[in-house]
């Protein structure tokens, strides 16, 4: 029987959306205000859902402070309050945009996790945009 556990967790950031190999006037036509280049910000709002078996011991899919431990070292302290085109070296080529942060907290946070657990990542960019990730089919 799969259970799945969700987590929410925040964090502000700053961000642009850009190509440096664009120029100003086709970057101004695609992003439009968010190639602001003094950035803009965001209130991230992220739900990590994890699904497994109910340990039959515990009684637990994922013990949650496990999972709140392991949010707060690997994303919220990473990202929170940061500038993430200037200050998260995952971004210094990749455009910050709410699919490619996705992807990247996926992938941070599968390597921490049991592989017999499935991962999902909401992330609200915004109260109305939001994405959703859950890795590729192996
Ligand atoms: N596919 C994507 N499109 C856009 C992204 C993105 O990450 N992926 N990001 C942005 C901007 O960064 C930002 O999210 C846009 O904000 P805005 O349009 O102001 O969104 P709101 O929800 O605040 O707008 P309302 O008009 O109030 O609904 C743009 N596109
Ligand atoms: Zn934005």
Same mark, same amino acid.
């Given at each position: 029987?799969?259970?799945? @556990? ?124 939001? @994405? ?7």
């Amino acid at each position: 029987m799969k259970v799945t @556990v969700h987590r929410k967790a925040h964090f502000n950031a700053a961000h642009r959306l850009y190509r440096k190999d664009w120029s100003m006037k086709k970057n101004n036509q695609i992003f439009g205000k968010c190639n602001n280049p003094q950035f803009h910000g965001h209130n991230y709002e992220l739900i990590t859902s994890v699904t497994g078996d109910i340990d039959p011991e515990t009684g637990y899919v994922i013990d949650m402070k496990v999972l709140k431990d392991l949010i707060k070292e690997e994303i919220e302290d990473k990202f929170d309050h940061k500038n993430l085109n200037e200050q998260v070296e995952e971004f210094a080529d990749l455009n910050p945009t709410a699919e490619n942060i996705s992807v990247i907290i996926w992938n941070k946070l599968r390597v921490k996790l049991d592989p017999k657990l499935d991962l999902e990542i909401t992330l609200y960019e915004t109260p109305r945009n939001f @994405v959703t990730y859950k890795g590729e089919k192996s």
